[in-house]
């Protein structure tokens, strides 16, 4: 009987299961907010600046194809 662990005896096998699964959770949890911290430490910039000559660049690559655009309007669509 006190092999099956069905006898009044000792400790109770279930609560030495369920310390053991728990202890395994939490440091599972533990883990996962390590890893998360170092994600976070360790991702891309959030703060994007493009400077003064890529906005330039930006802007005038725009209007070069708005300007087309109108053009080709124009060409194709005589008033």
Do not use: C, W
């Amino acid at each position: 009987m006190q092999h099956m662990g069905t006898g009044p005896y000792g400790g109770n096998q279930t609560d030495v299961v369920r310390n053991r699964r728990k202890k395994r959770i939490d440091k599972r949890k533990q883990q996962q907010e390590e890893v998360k911290k170092t994600v976070i430490a360790k991702g891309p910039s959030t703060d994007i600046k493009l400077g003064r000559k890529n906005t330039y660049f930006v802007l005038g690559l725009i209007a070069f194809l708005v300007l087309l655009i109108v053009i080709t309007l124009i060409i194709r669509h005589p008033f």
